[in-house]
C-alpha cells in the first residue's frame, strides 16, 4: 500500500492583534453583563458600564471590518448565497480559502453575532428595570416604546445571544474534535496552513495595532457622546 506523505506546513498569521484583542474583550464583557444582570442591585451599574464597553468594541469591529488585516474585513469572509451553497457541496474554487479564517457558515455566526448584540446595546439604551436602573436614554422614548424595548432586550435578546453562544460553542467543539483548532488561532493569530499554498498573511505590525488604538480611542469617545445625551 503507497504511503501518503503528510503535507508540509506553515504559519500564517490570519488574525491580527487588535481582532484577537476584540474577540477576547467582547467574550469578557458579555460574559459579565449576563452575571451582573442576573445579579441585579448595585451590580447594574456594572451591567451598563460593560454595554457600553460593548458598544465601543462593536463599533471599532464595523470600522475595523473596513480597514483591518486581511481576513477580518467583511469583503474577505462574508460570502454571497451562492458561495456559501458551494461550500456545503464541498466545491471549493481556487482563491475561495475556505479553511482560512472564518468559513462561509461561521461568518453568518459572526455576522448573527455582532447584530444580535447591536441590538442589544440599543434596546438597553432606552429599557427600564422598573426598580432601580434605567437607560441613559430612556428620556428620548414614550413609556410604552421603553417598556417594549425592555421586553426584548430582556426576553428575545438574551434568549437569541445564549442560543448563538451555544451553537458557537458546538462549532468550536466539533472543529477541535475534526483536529482544526478555532481557539489556537484567536490566541496566537496564527494558522497552520499547506506549506504549498500561497496564503496572503494579515498585516499585524505597528502601523495596523495604533491605526486600532486611535479607533478604539475615537468610538469609546461617540459611545461617550452618545450616553451624555442622555444627561
Given at each position: 500500500m503507497p504511503v501518503v506523505a503528510?503535507?508540509?506546513l506553515r504559519t500564517v498569521r490570519v488574525w491580527d492583534l487588535p481582532t484577537r484583542l476584540f474577540h477576547w474583550?467582547?467574550?469578557?464583557?458579555?460574559?459579565?453583563?449576563?452575571?451582573?444582570?442576573?445579579?441585579?442591585?448595585?451590580?447594574?451599574?456594572?451591567?451598563?458600564?460593560?454595554g457600553y464597553a460593548v458598544a465601543t468594541l462593536l463599533l471599532f469591529r464595523l470600522v475595523w471590518g473596513f480597514v483591518g488585516g486581511r481576513w477580518s474585513r467583511f469583503g474577505h469572509f462574508v460570502r454571497s448565497p451562492a458561495t456559501v451553497l458551494r461550500y456545503l457541496?464541498?466545491?471549493?474554487?481556487?482563491?475561495?480559502?475556505?479553511?482560512?479564517?472564518h468559513n462561509p457558515l461561521g461568518a453568518l455566526s459572526v455576522l448573527a453575532m455582532?447584530?444580535?448584540l447591536a441590538a442589544q446595546v440599543a434596546s438597553g439604551l432606552f429599557a427600564d428595570d422598573e426598580i432601580a436602573t434605567t437607560g441613559p436614554l430612556i428620556r428620548f422614548v414614550?413609556?410604552?416604546?421603553?417598556l417594549q424595548l425592555t421586553w426584548y432586550h430582556k426576553a428575545v435578546?438574551?434568549?437569541?445571544?445564549?442560543?448563538?453562544?451555544?451553537?458557537?460553542?458546538?462549532?468550536?467543539?466539533?472543529?477541535?474534535?475534526?483536529?482544526?483548532?478555532?481557539?489556537?488561532?484567536?490566541?496566537?493569530g496564527d494558522q497552520a496552513i499547506d506549506a504549498a499554498r500561497d496564503v496572503p498573511?494579515?498585516?499585524?505590525?505597528a502601523g495596523p495595532r495604533l491605526l486600532a488604538a486611535a479607533l478604539v480611542a475615537a468610538c469609546a469617545g461617540g459611545v461617550a457622546w452618545l450616553v451624555s445625551l442622555g444627561g
Open positions: 503528510e503535507p508540509r474583550l467582547l467574550t469578557a464583557c458579555v460574559v459579565g453583563s449576563f452575571v451582573s444582570a442576573k445579579i441585579g442591585g448595585a451590580a447594574m451599574v456594572w451591567h451598563l458600564r460593560l457541496r464541498g466545491d471549493a474554487r481556487a482563491g475561495d480559502w475556505f479553511d482560512v479564517g455582532l447584530g444580535f414614550s413609556g410604552a416604546t421603553s435578546g438574551e434568549a437569541a445571544l445564549l442560543v448563538l453562544v451555544v451553537l458557537h460553542l458546538l462549532a468550536i467543539g466539533y472543529y477541535t474534535w475534526r483536529g482544526s483548532s478555532l481557539v489556537r488561532p484567536m490566541i496566537g498573511a494579515a498585516a499585524d505590525g
